[in-house]
Every structure is written in structure tokens, then in C-alpha cells.
């Protein structure tokens, strides 16, 4: 089974701010890495999708970059709206996996 | 629009048996492989399964193989989960959600509680 390790668990930041979350794959895992997005209450949203691919309707200050064990989501310029869970998540075998999580906090 | 609806969840105590529903509509759901994923509350996401597009192909997590069933009914654009010999650490939100190639779009999931 791949494990995927997330960093942070958690950050608290302030509006405007960049942020960084990093995925870590126990195996290599090419590009076949998606983010999620899980507010409070609601269903996960696809983020980027394929390590650095981005997603229809999804604002542009969310990027992804990566490959191999190594990956990466950004968020530039932080908004109030962003504070949630962000998952990775990897379709290269089975079982498919998630991350535990990143929770980020709006100071 | 793309519209994933759960139902089916609910009480069941520890040994019962439980089948959910996920009614899909808004897309061509006989061309599309899906999941099930599920989060035990406060917790993170757990793949549990899936299925490709005719059914003929079925994945499962090694927590639920032998216990849990997928399947799909094509003409009436619905996914399935039996769940057999329920354990408590089964309870969760289970939600199912859409793969063309990687998952795009989820319900908003059933809530499964096993206890006595």
C-alpha cells in the first residue's frame, strides 16, 4: 500500500498569505496525484488534479507541482474561504489512498 | 449538472447488514467507473471500492473484502453497497463519487452507524 504523509496537520494563517502543503508518496507514484478541498460539512472538491493539472472553476491561486514521491499544493494570496481540510490522494495502485490531512485555520 | 445522491445509511447494530444507494444523474453514468470513499467522523478519507463502467470489474480495501459487495444497475443510473457483518469501525459517512480517471465529483454522503 502507498502511504501518503502530508505537512503540515495543521497551519493557522492569515489572509493573504502563501501557503504550502506537501505530500510525501512511499513509493513512486509519477504524476497520479490529486488534491482535495473539504470544507466543513461538505463533500471533498477536486482541486488539481495529475500533480499540477488544474481544475475547471477552481481559482487560480491554487497550484500543484511534483512528481515521483514529492509533491506540492499552493495556495497564493490566502482567502477567508479557503480555511478547510486539503487532502492528497493517490490513483497510481490499490489500494487507493488518501493523506491525513491538512487542516488550515483563517487567523 | 452532475448529481451524486446517497441514501440508505443509518443505525445497524455490530453483525447487520445495511445496502446503500447513490442515485447519479446530470452525466452518462454507464461510461463512468465509481467509488465508494468513506470517513469515520472527525477522520480522513478511506477508499473503500470500485467498479468500472459494465460492472464487470470490482476493487475493494482489505477492511471490507469479503463483507462489503458493490455493484451498479445501468438502466436505473445507480451504484450499490451491501454491507454485511457491520463492525463498529464501520461507522462513517460513506460517499459515493465519479472516476472518469481520478475521482471528480462526490455526494454529500450517508451517515453509517454501527452500534448496539
Known amino acids: 500500500e502507498i502511504v501518503l504523509t502530508q505537512s503540515p496537520d495543521f497551519q493557522s494563517v492569515t489572509p493573504k498569505e502563501k501557503v504550502t502543503i506537501t505530500c510525501r508518496a512511499s513509493?513512486?507514484?509519477?504524476?497520479?496525484l490529486h488534491w482535495y478541498q473539504q470544507k466543513p460539512d461538505q463533500s471533498p472538491k477536486l482541486l488539481i488534479k495529475?500533480?499540477?493539472q488544474s481544475i475547471s472553476g477552481v481559482p487560480s491561486r491554487f497550484s500543484g507541482s511534483g512528481s515521483g514521491t514529492d509533491f506540492t499544493l499552493t495556495i497564493n494570496s490566502l482567502e477567508a474561504e479557503d480555511a478547510a481540510a486539503y487532502y492528497c490522494?493517490?490513483?497510481?495502485?490499490?489500494?487507493?489512498?488518501f493523506g491525513q490531512g491538512t487542516r488550515l485555520e483563517i487567523k | 449538472e452532475v448529481q451524486l445522491v446517497e441514501s440508505g445509511g443509518g443505525l445497524v447494530q455490530p453483525g447487520g447488514s445495511l445496502r446503500l444507494s447513490c442515485a447519479a444523474s446530470?452525466?452518462?453514468?454507464?461510461?463512468?467507473?465509481m467509488h465508494w470513499v468513506r470517513q469515520a467522523p472527525g477522520k480522513g478519507l478511506v477508499w473503500v471500492s470500485r467498479?468500472?463502467?459494465?460492472?464487470?470489474?470490482?476493487s475493494y480495501a482489505d477492511s471490507v473484502k469479503g463483507r462489503f459487495t458493490i455493484s451498479r444497475d445501468n438502466a436505473k443510473n445507480t451504484l450499490y453497497l451491501q454491507m454485511n457483518s457491520l463492525r463498529a469501525e464501520d461507522t462513517a459517512v460513506y460517499y459515493c463519487?465519479?472516476?472518469?480517471?481520478?475521482?471528480?465529483?462526490w455526494g454529500q454522503g450517508t451517515l453509517v452507524t454501527v452500534s448496539s
Open positions: 463519487a465519479r472516476a472518469p480517471s481520478v475521482v471528480d465529483y
Open positions: 446530470g452525466f452518462t453514468f454507464s461510461s463512468y467507473w
Open positions: 467498479i468500472n463502467s459494465d460492472g464487470s470489474s470490482t
Open positions: 513509493q513512486s507514484i509519477g504524476s497520479s
Open positions: 495529475y500533480a499540477s
Open positions: 490522494h493517490q490513483s497510481s495502485s490499490l489500494p487507493l489512498t
